[in-house]
């Protein structure tokens, strides 16, 4: 859920001359170009799409990137919220470079990059290939947090994770906000187009990976925020099911507060009143208001931080349509009637995920301790506003015991953690056990160092929202390849992240033979054993954070507020007959 500042790219240098060079792999071929003012080396792949041209990375000389790949043909105009089509092919070689595609969402003004283009036609994918002779390496697909609403396939990178080469790894764009979330249960506006970009992904990959060295047999799906919740939800949708062999879902679950829109036609009604369009109870005007709308319009007043997480763009549960479904049922229920296929999860979150809301600290915090009832969260429904009170204030007790709000900041940090991560992945995990899945490995992470952020108004580093995904990929963000300025104890803890996530693609155990690390069993339907990720790795026993579990558990049991469908827009006329 995070809404990460996008980081700095590495721009392309356009270069006037190209030579000629030999690349001595197995699929290379020799490539003639013009002299170059350095030295530039090609890999050629044929695939099903066509000849492609990737890159050896300039920081990373055991990979090949191959940028820009169209998995799919994003749908434009009034057309552009319908399902993905089929990618387009070529027969002269495509030089797969990096063209600074984004799918349209709230922009950054300031960003240093002025070659980025926003277009809705804009389903890329980026495959990182180790320069080895092997084939049928294992396929570790990313899906990028930002809120689904903002950010991009390769806004972080993960090339030290692949310095092995025995991985092939895949980033990818979708479509975000109103453009990829926005349902109204018609057959030209179904829903989750979003999600429906990451299936066709996912099939791209089992029909094109083979030719990039990749096994389709082999493909672990991760992400961290969004693409956590989003990996975590595909693994229940049977849209994506035998698509994927493996899930690493971090920072975020199918269970989520922000995991479906909770009343999606009410979400697409205010979205539409804050473009000034009016006529919204009426479906079909609204329809043709968002298929007519320019995109620079309806990325223009999105919203995120919202205390309650009401009129936020998500997945949805969807009707049935003219179209492919992605899911029509909720995900509790799902999970309810264990109607999905098991897959190894390795699933977990940092200790300080409510670091996520900390700049609306100073905004909400005198609110908080007035009012706490507006701050709990869309998915719990009460009869009356006194009983949503009475709860507000028995939440509030529970974690500041008395004390304002303005004064725990620490507290307000645990409340958002347990409210909007925490809890709904115990939730999930537990669910997972107890339907006969027995490949769940928990984890948290806990692990600062003295460069790691200090918590506002106190003297404690913070692990905060994805802080795992941060271990896992370059640098601190993903931003920056040479690691020597961290610090000795993150590179480290850097390492042991890499080595369990390595372990996990490659045989769906967290911790190889061998390992210096902790022995790590699945996980009980207690939520343990765990493996926690800190100063100190050590697996331990105890229930993860049970009495603030069970606090949630025992509210979530009487007051769960379930995501709806949209309604049917054209409800069949009942013919009265004598």
Known sequence: M???????????????????????????????????????????????????????????DHLYVFYNIPYATGPEGENKFKPPLPPPTWTTPYDAVDKFVRCPQATQPNHANKAIIFKEDCLIANVYVPDTEEKNLSVFVYIHGGGFGTGYGN?????HFLDKKDIIMVTFNYRLAVHGFLCLGTDDIPGNAGMKDQVALLRWVQHNIASYGGNPNDVTLAGSSAGSVSSDLLMLSKAAEGLFHRVIPESGGNLAVFSSQRDPLAIAKFQAKLLNFTDVDNIKALEKFYKTAPMSLLTSHLRFHRPDFNYFFSPCVERETATEAFLT????SILQKNTYKKLPVLYGFANREGLFRIRQFDTWKYRMNEKFSDFLTIDLKFKTAEEKAEVAERVKDFYFRGSPVYEKVLDYVDF??????????????????????NEVYLYVYSFVDDDSPIIPHTDVHGAGHCAQSLALVDG?????????????????????????????????????????LPAWPAAGVDRAPYMSLGQKVELRHEPLLETRTRFWEDIYQKYYRAPIPPPN????????TK
């Open 2 to 60: 995070e809404i990460y500042e996008l980081p700095n790219q590495y721009l392309i240098i356009q270069m006037e001359l190209w030579t000629c060079v030999l690349l001595l792999c197995a699929a290379a071929v020799c490539v003639t170009c013009e002299q170059p003012t350095r030295d530039e080396d090609w890999l050629e792949l044929d695939t099903p799409q066509g000849p492609v041209r990737g890159r050896r990375d300039p920081e990373a």
């Open 155 to 159: 806004m972080i990178k993960a090339k």
């Open 329 to 332: 049922e909720t995900p509790l």
């Open 416 to 437: 958002y953690s347990d409210a909007l991560f925490i809890h709904p992945m115990h939730w999930a995990a537990k669910m997972y056990v107890e339907n006969g899945n």
């Open 476 to 516: 601190r963000d993903g931003s920056v390849y040479n690691e020597s300025i961290l610090t000795p104890e993150y590179r480290n803890m850097k390492k042991i992240v890499r080595e369990i996530w390595h372990s996990f693609v490659k045989t769906g155990k967290p911790v190889p033979e061998g390992s210096s």
């Open 569 to 576: 827009p054209e409800p069949e006329t009942i013919q009265m």
